[in-house]
Nanobody, 118 residues
Framework: QVQLVESGGGLVQAGGSLRLSCAAS????????MGWYRQAPGKERELVAT???????NYADSVKGRFTISRDNAKNLLSLQMNSLKPEDTAVYYCNAQGTWGVNFNSWGQGTQVTVSS
């Protein structure tokens, strides 16, 4: 099973930037798509951005033009550069990896808190 560990969250003022990282370990060669999701208090977890092994990215409309997802397959590292942050971006951000290792898997990290103050 693939393990994921996020880092880089914190407190930032509106308009500021943060960069999240996710380190993957285990059978990382079995990963197909990776992505970032977030969950705000009282809300369901939602997709932020995903990226395939071939670096095709997909973004939620709410973050397009502000967030950039990237993937370093050689280092097993997933990143999310977040610019022009807004208070509504406040949430716990989760790293996700999907692939096949005998069976299909859907792995999650423990989450990292991002708080944007107004």
């Amino acid at each position: 099973q693939v393990q994921l560990v996020e880092s880089g969250g914190g407190l930032v003022q509106a308009g500021g930037s943060l960069r999240l990282s996710c380190a993957a370990s285990g059978p990382t060669f079995s990963i197909n798509a990776m992505g970032w999701y977030r969950q705000a208090p009282g809300k369901e977890r939602e997709l932020v951005a995903t990226i395939t092994t071939g670096s095709t990215a997909n973004y939620a409309d709410s973050v397009k033009g502000r967030f950039t997802i990237s993937r370093d397959n050689a280092k097993n590292l997933l990143s999310l550069q977040m610019n022009s942050l807004k208070p509504e971006d406040t949430a716990v951000y989760y790293c996700n990896a999907q692939g096949t290792w005998g069976v299909n898997f859907n792995s999650w990290g423990q989450g990292t808190q991002v708080t944007v103050s107004s």
